[in-house]
Structure formats: C-alpha cells, structure tokens
DNA sequence: TAAACTTAGTTTACATGGAAACTATTTCCA
DNA sequence: TGGAAATAGTTTCCATGTAAACTAAGTTTA
C-alpha cells in the first residue's frame, strides 16, 4: 500500500539521503560495504555447504598443499592461530580434515583432507568458481580484471603470484 | 584423536609457498585482506582517538546530518540496529553523541553531536582525511581513482553520489 | 474506536574471532 | 650438557556483532 507523503512537520530531514562527505570515497568504507555484500552473496550461493568464507577457503587451499602445516595455512590466509586451532577443529569434526603429527617435529601439526574432503572439495568446486563469476555483478569483463588486479597491486600480491 | 605417523612425513615440503589455485583470482578473498589491511592501518592513524572505524564514521555522519534517526544513520552505513544501539551507547558515554526522542514520533530517536563531539570532529578531520591519503600505499593517484571508481560501481553507489 | 499490523529501537542470548597466557617441543650456545 | 630462547599450537578470557524476542509507539482498517 503505497502512501501519499503529505509532508509533516518535520524541521529535520529523514528521508534516506544521507551526506557522507569524504567517506563517500573512503577506501576503508567502500572496502567494508563490497566486503559485506560479498559475504552476503557467498551464503546465498553456499548454503547447503553449511560452511563458512574462511572454512571452504581453508579446505581449498588444504586440497591443493595438502600436509603443510597449520600455521602456515593459516599465515597464507591471514587467519589467527587462536582461529585457526577452533575452525579446523570444527573441521576434523565435519571429517573433512585430519590432523597429524609428524615425529620429527611433534609441535607441528600438518593437515590435509579426508576422502571425504576431498569429495567435498571436488563437488563444489564448480560452484565455487561459479559464485566468483555471479560476484561480478555490476561490471564488465574488463572492468572486473582490472578491479582484481588493482586489489593484487594494493595488497602487495604480485599479479605474478 | 591426533594419529602419529611414524611414516616420513619429511618430504613433504613447508615453505611459505601456498599454492592458492583459483583463490588468487577470488575477490572474496582479495577484498577480504585489504579490509585486513586497512583496518590495521586505521588503527595506527587514529590511535589517539580510541575509536573504532565504525564509531569514527558515525560520528562522521552524524556530523553531517545532525538529527537524523538512529536507524537512518545504522542503515547507510549498513550497521545492524542491535549493534548501532550499543555503538551509539558508547559513543553517548563519551559524551560526542546525545539522543533525543521527538515528540511528534516517540518511538525514533535522533542522534546529533554535542558540542564536544563537534569539536572532537573538527579536530580530527585533517587526520582522517591523511589515513586516507595514506591508505593508498602501493598505487599511483589514477590507480587509486580507478579502485575507487570500480569499487563505487560495484557497490551500486553510482559515482554522482 | 478497537484490533491488527507496522515501525523503531532495545534486550537477551549466543557465536565469532583475537590477545595473552600456557603447554610442549626443539634449537641455540655457553 | 643444561638452561635460555624460540617455535607451534591450544586454552582461556574477553570484546564485538548478530538474530530473535521483546517493548513501546504509531498507523491502518473494518
């Protein structure tokens, strides 16, 4: 039911147009907003995976250096070890991890996926790629080549890499 | 729980060298680790103030529209309105923020600075705006506008706004 | 006008993620 | 060799942020 707007007797505006000034261009703004617009999308597209950003990247990322150590997935991801000891523990319990103990350093521990991880990994991996190109959106082919290799450039990750 | 392999594990190499398959190219994961950066960097630039990016750009906003509704303010900086309540609680017990209950409306609550946050503002915009030169770190000045032009775009925030 | 609905914000209960302290192991070096 | 330092990961404790339930107020409609 849309409603006629008879003007009340507001003296203050509150309609949605907010002035941002200077934060309209706020790299630290724009960043945060596309970051929970991603994040958003990426439960959308995942949801019966059950799983979160850090927890399908962290599998992936084991699938492919499998029996490197925790720390040093955790390092490549920007993960806390405090984070990473509970994430992959959640993990190990959905079976898709195991952890092990190599003897020749018994403080590390090297992970790498179960069968059914791997499973796992292999049946969404398409889905996977699909959300990156669903993420696109707004932009076009080039446009969203360049916005990759100008969040590379800003983050110190050679498009060598 | 933890197996010991008593096989080598050894071979196994554990250098830095992550291999990141399609999550290099992720823009999930980029945008992920730049929000990281930023918000690092936001903490060394505006130590002094104690505040939090979410609090400072609050104040910011209220800054420029005094007596807009709480929810108003919650919405365009997409803050939930749970967490904008406790956010405002704060920044009300710093004494930068104070709420008034309209009597033309008494569920809203209108949010303006007071005096001392008007100063607090104005003393620490020059700062704010600084950050934002130095966030750009590894990109040249029409790199950094075509970031900020791309991620706009891809926000839906048409660069007019 | 009264009941149903909608809107605004707060409270509660919980999950996430991080810092600091801790345990266990390995390395360094006097 | 043995004590100090370094390294790897875990535990504990806390702050942050969210969903859901809730309170209060305003609007719609029969």
Same mark, same amino acid.
């Given at each position: 039911m849309?409603? /006629?707007?008879t003007?009340t007797l507001?003296t203050?505006?509150?309609?949605?147009? =907010?002035?941002?000034?200077?934060?309209?261009?706020?790299?630290?703004? +724009?960043?945060r !907003?596309?970051?929970v617009?991603i994040f958003?999308?990426?439960?959308?597209?995942?949801?019966?995976t059950?799983l979160?950003p850090?927890?399908?990247? #962290?599998?992936?990322i084991?699938g492919?250096n499998?029996?490197?150590?925790?720390? #040093? !997935?955790?390092?490549s991801?920007n !993960?806390?070890?405090?984070?990473? #000891?509970?994430? =992959?523990?959640? +993990?190990? @319990?959905?079976?898709? !991890? /195991? @952890?092990?103990?190599?003897?020749?350093?018994?403080r590390?521990?090297r992970i790498s996926? #179960?069968i059914?991880?791997? /499973?796992?990994?292999?049946?969404? @991996?398409a889905?996977?790629?699909?959300?990156h190109?669903?993420e696109r959106e707004?932009?076009s082919?080039?446009?969203?080549?360049?916005?990759i290799s100008?969040?590379?450039?800003?983050n110190?990750?050679?498009s060598?890499?």
């Amino acid at each position: 039911m849309i409603k /006629e707007k008879t003007e009340t007797l507001h003296t203050i505006p509150d309609n949605e147009s =907010v002035d941002f000034g200077e934060l309209k261009n706020s790299l630290g703004f +724009l960043v945060r !907003i596309a970051q929970v617009k991603i994040f958003k999308e990426f439960y959308i597209a995942m949801a019966d995976t059950k799983l979160k950003p850090g927890e399908f990247s #962290t599998l992936w990322i084991v699938g492919l250096n499998p029996g490197y150590r925790q720390g #040093t !997935i955790a390092r490549s991801l920007n !993960i806390k070890p405090a984070h990473m #000891t509970k994430l =992959v523990d959640r +993990l190990v @319990r959905a079976g898709y !991890i /195991e @952890r092990v103990v190599p003897p020749n350093d018994r403080r590390s521990v090297r992970i790498s996926l #179960t069968i059914e991880g791997q /499973e796992f990994v292999n049946d969404h @991996r398409a889905q996977f790629i699909n959300f990156h190109i669903s993420e696109r959106e707004n932009l076009s082919d080039d446009e969203y080549k360049q916005f990759i290799s100008l969040l590379k450039k800003f983050n110190n990750l050679g498009s060598a890499q």
